[in-house]
């Protein structure tokens, strides 16, 4: 087994959120492989760094959403907060230069982010296998997921992994009572407070 060392991104860089966010990846991708989930997560090194089993990459963003927000409310004006009446998972191109453009299946089979349907098929199972994990561990914690961002690898023996990290940077949520925002849209929204949010996440996750 190869393993690499992942330094964890610290895109909106304030002090102490790419620690802050390891912690959370690490406790999740253990909740997650407890529950059945294969991921490329080994063990945590330090603040930040994590140590990961070596993946070949799809470039599939496979987004999950439980109400709707950000670009699913903008592009099909479906009100900001609305519960939806079913989990919807959606395909992005991981393409930068793209600008992450929307993949149906058959732009994933001409594009060869894959070889066959019935792998498209497996990440979105699994997708939904992990919000059922984490919407229900979340709710218990007073926090409402409403949408994430899940990154998928196949390892070398050509199993489909969950990889890269998953935290409040890739995730949405919000507080059940307050409706607080406790996740990267802070910064993206310039509502500040984002490293006592990541920090408050963390907490509940611990339990704190
Ligand atoms: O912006 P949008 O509403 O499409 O984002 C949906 C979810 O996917 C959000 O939780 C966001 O943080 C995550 N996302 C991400 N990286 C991207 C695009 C979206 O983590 N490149």
């Given at each position: 087994?190869?393993?690499?060392?992942?330094?964890?991104?610290?895109?909106?860089?304030?002090?102490?959120?790419?620690?802050?966010?390891?912690?959370?990846?690490?406790?999740?991708?253990?909740?997650?492989?407890?529950?059945?989930?294969?991921?490329?997560?080994?063990?945590?090194?330090?603040?930040?760094?994590?140590?990961?089993?070596?993946?070949?990459v799809?470039l599939i963003e496979?987004?999950?959403?439980?109400?709707?927000?950000?670009?699913?409310?903008?592009?099909?004006?479906?009100?900001?907060?609305?519960?939806?009446?079913?989990?919807?998972?959606?395909?992005d191109y991981k393409n930068?230069?793209?600008?992450d453009?929307?993949?149906?299946?058959?732009?994933?089979?001409?594009?060869?982010?894959?070889?066959?349907?019935?792998?498209?098929?497996?990440?979105?199972?699994?997708?939904?296998?992990?919000?059922?994990?984490?919407?229900?561990?979340?709710?218990?914690?007073?926090?409402?997921?409403?949408?994430?961002?899940?990154e998928?690898?196949?390892?070398?023996?050509?199993?489909?992994?969950?990889?890269?990290?998953?935290?409040?940077?890739?995730?949405?949520?919000?507080?059940?009572?307050?409706?607080?925002?406790?996740?990267?849209?802070?910064?993206?929204?310039?509502?500040?407070?984002?490293?006592?949010?990541?920090?408050?996440?963390?907490?509940?996750?611990?339990?704190?």
């Amino acid at each position: 087994m190869t393993l690499l060392r992942l330094t964890v991104k610290k895109k909106s860089s304030e002090a102490g959120k790419g620690a802050l966010n390891n912690k959370i990846s690490t406790e999740l991708f253990k909740l997650l492989e407890a529950n059945g989930i294969p991921t490329h997560f080994v063990k945590m090194l330090d603040d930040n760094h994590m140590l990961h089993t070596k993946v070949d990459v799809i470039l599939i963003e496979v987004i999950v959403r439980n109400i709707a927000t950000g670009s699913l409310s903008r592009n099909l004006g479906i009100e900001d907060g609305t519960v939806l009446p079913f989990t919807l998972v959606e395909f992005d191109y991981k393409n930068d230069a793209l600008g992450d453009p929307k993949l149906n299946d058959q732009h994933c089979l001409i594009l060869e982010l894959v070889e066959y349907q019935d792998e498209l098929d497996k990440l979105r199972r699994m997708a939904r296998q992990i919000n059922d994990i984490l919407k229900p561990y979340f709710a218990q914690k007073g926090l409402n997921l409403v949408d994430f961002k899940l990154e998928f690898g196949k390892d070398n023996n050509g199993n489909i992994i969950l990889i890269d990290e998953i935290s409040p940077d890739n995730c949405r949520f919000w507080d059940i009572e307050s409706g607080e925002k406790m996740d990267k849209d802070r910064f993206r929204q310039g509502l500040g407070g984002l490293t006592v949010a990541y920090e408050q996440v963390l907490n509940r996750i611990l339990g704190k």
